[in-house]
């Protein structure tokens, strides 16, 4: 798994713009392999891995620029499925297809936050229990002698 994904619709000497079936092809691709990734990050912040976090943070973010790439397509692919693309039993496949995965990658980023504020929790608790009781957990003493503790 890489996470520079190669633009699937760049091919060189190529003159004619992609077909609709092309782009909902390339978008499943990305879509699989973001799928896998977000699997992958999920199970590296359970085990508190954190090379494996970095991974997926690294990998996600190619997979982003690989959907800006087809970004500048999106105009015609809405316009070709509305106009009758899908109307074809492999083109209704396709887009249902793309709807599925979509959602698969939704319900795993959904996950994926609540880990992630999971884990800004625990660590928030562990920096507060070795900071000690001499902690100040208020504003501290030069902030509120300068007056920022009061808003002013």
């Known amino acids: 798994m890489t996470y520079e994904t190669a633009d699937p619709l760049r091919t060189p000497g190529r003159l004619s ?8 092809r390339a978008r ?5 392999e973001l799928e896998n990734s ?5 199970k590296a912040l359970l085990a508190r891995d954190l090379e494996g976090i970095e991974q997926g943070t690294r990998e996600q973010l190619g997979f982003e620029r690989a959907f800006a790439g087809l970004g500048a397509h999106d105009a015609a692919l809405r316009g070709d499925l509305a106009g009758g693309s899908a109307r074809t039993q492999a083109g209704a496949d396709l887009v249902s297809a793309l ?3 979509e959602m698969r990658v939704l319900h795993l980023a959904r996950v994926q936050a609540a880990l992630l504020a999971r884990a ?16 100040a957990y208020g504003p501290d003493k030069e902030s509120a002698a300068s007056g920022l503790a009061a808003g002013r």
């Open 38 to 42: 977000l699997e992958a990050s999920q």
């Open 17 to 24: 713009p992609p077909s609709p079936s092309e782009l909902v």
């Open 120 to 135: 800004q929790r625990s660590a928030r608790i562990m920096a507060n229990l070795l900071a000690g009781p001499q902690a």
């Open 99 to 101: 709807r599925s995965a």
């Open 28 to 32: 499943l691709a990305i879509l699989g």
